[in-house]
């Protein structure tokens, strides 16, 4: 076990933050200015109505700012939705597409999700791809199958690996302290690394895979030293930046 050679540490607020929440940006920004933020990329996935004035806060910083969803259409009649080309324009660097909680509560389906992950490529965004399995298809056997059919469905064809990030998310893991093992974790980031092989061929060994789904301070050592675990996406323990650098700093 070792860690990746370039990894990058993800947050996703969610539905949360408000105009006091960006001191918490500042003061990601001020560690990743010392250095107290660790050897790895640093990225925080803000609500929309933050992204603007976060990034303006970010000029000459290594923070990048980050959507958590965009539509697959650059405009149009699509009322309370946001195109990846508005997110990059409001200064935004990567959008999380695929969440489990967009699939599970707006009916997202990995057509939908390819969609939107070919749109952020369009606009210049780096997808984060999400996948994961339920606790009912672990429990059924059914892990790889399920993980399986979300790469091939999720991940356009001729993605360019540099530009483009998977998340592994086991759907009971998120928001719920628990965590796989980490024979488990190991075994489903290899799958998915051989996947995207056969995906993009020209180079699916590149693409990152984080890991996310109850990522803290106290289990992020052994979990990001996991092969092929190239970062995490972190949501709960991203939202105090103290707990989130305790995480990114395991990187030294
Ligand atoms: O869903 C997640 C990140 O996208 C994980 O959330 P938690 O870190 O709160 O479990």
Known sequence: MAFSSHPIVVGNWKMNGLQASLDQVLAVREACATGAAGRCEVALCVPATLIAQAASLLAGSRLMIGGQDCHAAALGAHTGDISAEMLKDAGAKLVIV??????????????????????????????????????????AGETLRV???????????GSNPEATIIAYEPVWAIGT???????????VHAFIHRRLATLVPTGGKDMRILYGGSVKASNAAALLAIDHVDGALVGGASLKAADFLGITGVYR
């Open 98 to 139: 695929g969440h489990s909680e967009r699939r599970a509560n707006h009916g997202e389906t990995d057509a939908i999700v390819n969609e939107k992950a070919q749109a952020a490529a369009r606009a210049g965004l780096t997808p984060i791809i999400c996948v994961g399995e339920t606790r009912a298809e672990r429990d």
């Open 147 to 157: 993980i399986g059919r979300q790469i091939d469905d999720s991940v356009p064809r």
């Open 177 to 187: 302290g628990l965590t796989p093992t980490e024979k488990d974790v190991a075994e």
